[in-house]
């Protein structure tokens, strides 16, 4: 069955950096788009980032262009998220989701949370 | 940004009862090459992440009961639980994917009344 686990967050002071990680087991994660999506304690939700299946195409969402760096590892079936310069604005629980190309999201980590807070 | 405005915000029905979520783009999500409507929902219960119940906008996901169903056109589109059930409380989100800048809607909440 499809797995994401999601690990790497924390309690982080403004202006630090995080790396989130997000092992996936299950199918065959070269195969498939993966995102980031976040969720601010009782906020809705928020599209971060997606990466191609190959990692060639790259997309980010304004809040964070410049800031953060999706990545991939096809080999070690891993998703990352670097986040630099991180302000209480990023405090949420991160997701990653398995894309269908780059439609819907089909399936969803537990999440993990960010708290930036000095 | 497309912007994905839901209505209402919350909404209390009674067990066995209609529920209706509305969604509205603010441009079209309908792709004309292909009349695909590039629109999603997802149900996300306390505590849980997000599941994926339909997309194209009316597909339900493999699994989801047909109790959900999706409707819309270009800019439009709703989430009918035809009959409300217990385990159907939950904050309910569209999403748009006809833009590489992902959009959901504020999320509805659905409660029994």
């Known amino acids: 069955q499809v797995q994401l686990v999601e690990s790497g967050g924390g309690l982080v002071k403004p202006g630090g950096s995080l790396r989130l990680s997000c092992a996936a087991s299950?199918?065959?994660?070269?195969?498939?788009?993966m995102s980031w999506i976040r969720q601010a304690p009782g906020k809705g939700l928020e599209w971060v980032s997606y990466?191609?299946?190959?990692?060639?195409?790259?997309n980010y969402a304004d809040s964070v262009k410049g800031r953060f760096t999706i990545s991939r590892d096809n080999s070690k079936n891993t998703l990352y998220l670097q986040m630099n310069s991180l302000t209480d604005d990023d405090t949420a629980v991160y997701y990653c989701?398995?894309?269908?190309?780059?439609?819907?999201?089909?399936?969803w980590g537990q999440g993990t949370l960010v708290s930036v807070s000095s | 940004d497309i912007v994905m405005t839901q209505s209402p915000d919350s909404l209390a029905v009674s067990l066995g009862e209609r529920a209706t979520i509305n969604c509205k783009s603010s441009?079209?999500?309908?792709?004309?090459?292909?009349?695909?409507?590039?629109l999603a929902w997802y149900q996300q219960k306390a505590g849980q992440p997000p599941k994926l119940l339909i997309y194209?906008?009316?597909t339900r996901e493999s699994g989801v009961p047909d109790r959900f169903s999706g409707s819309g056109s270009g800019t439009d589109f709703t989430l009918t639980i035809s009959s409300l059930q217990a385990e159907d409380v939950a904050v309910y989100y569209c999403?748009?994917?006809?833009?590489?800048?992902?959009?959901f809607g504020q999320g509805t909440k659905v409660e029994i009344k």
């Open positions: 441009q079209s999500v309908l792709y004309k090459s292909n009349n695909k409507k590039y």
């Open positions: 999403q748009q994917y006809y833009s590489t800048a992902v959009t």
């Open positions: 299950g199918f065959t994660f070269s195969d498939y788009y």
């Open positions: 989701a398995r894309g269908r190309g780059t439609s819907c999201l089909d399936y």
């Open positions: 990466i191609s299946s190959g990692g060639s195409t790259i």
């Open positions: 194209w906008a009316s």
